[in-house]
């Protein structure tokens, strides 16, 4: 039987192949890997959205987002770097710079809790307080592996 | 407490990261590694608990 795109029979027997090479994951353009980055870091669960990876998408929204209100809710606090006492070379006081890099991995749910006050006055007396720095260092940690991930599926290295 | 918000804190860690993971394929394979990272958590925590709770400082 003649394939249907005209390929004669001494070249159908490679046609086969095309199918799994057609299945391989492909690199998206580098524009749109740039911003599902980008979107990737201020929505967790953004990037891979834009990448058509719906159910992923939600999964990490759910997940990185509950994790972080929950924190807020825990009466967590949101770190900013302060300036260390006594004066080092650092300038700044290096594990409130480590806590601020681990929260604002979480993108809008860091900048918009910032923005509106939630979590900006500390409750260390709260018997929750720890725990609700952890859920919100955890929250922006797992979000850098999840925009990790949304890049490499972007650069085709994984489906 | 404790334990819930441990419980809570490696389910969500353990969700991630079986969904990141780039060796599994399939969803059964992503459920078996998050499950694993999942008991890895509890198990280690338990175990450091009780091998730091004699200690007095």
Redesign the interface.
């Known amino acids: 039987m003649q394939p249907r795109d005209g390929l004669t029979d001494d070249i159908a027997p490679g046609y086969a192949d095309r199918s799994f090479a057609f299945d391989e994951p492909r690199p998206f353009s580098l524009s749109r890997r740039a911003a599902a980055v980008v979107v990737a870091w201020l929505v967790p669960g953004a990037g891979h959205l834009a990448l058509g990876r719906y159910g992923?998408a939600v999964?990490?929204f759910l997940?990185?987002s509950?994790?972080f209100i929950?924190g807020l809710s825990l009466e967590g606090r949101l770190f900013w770097p302060t300036v260390a006492e006594p004066p080092s070379t650092f300038h700044f006081d290096l594990i409130t710079v480590l806590w601020f890099f681990a929260q604002i991995g979480s993108g809008l749910c860091y900048l918009v809790s910032y923005a509106i006050g939630f979590g900006t006055r500390p409750h260390p007396e709260a018997a929750t307080f720890e725990?609700g720095n952890?859920?919100m260092f955890?929250a922006g940690l797992?979000n850098y592996?999840?925009i990790?991930?949304a890049f490499?599926i972007a650069a085709g290295?994984?489906? | 407490m404790h334990v819930l918000?441990m419980s809570?804190?490696a389910a969500?860690?353990a969700?991630?990261?079986a969904?990141?993971d780039?060796k599994s394929?399939t969803t059964r394979q992503r459920l078996i590694h998050g499950l694993k990272i999942f008991g890895s958590f509890l198990g280690i925590g338990l175990l450091l608990s009780w091998v730091l709770f004699p200690i007095p400082w």
């Open positions: 992923r999964l990490f997940t990185i509950g994790a929950l725990y952890a859920f955890l797992l592996l999840v990790h991930d490499d290295r994984k489906r | 918000m809570l804190y969500i860690a969700v991630v990261l969904a990141v780039p394929d």
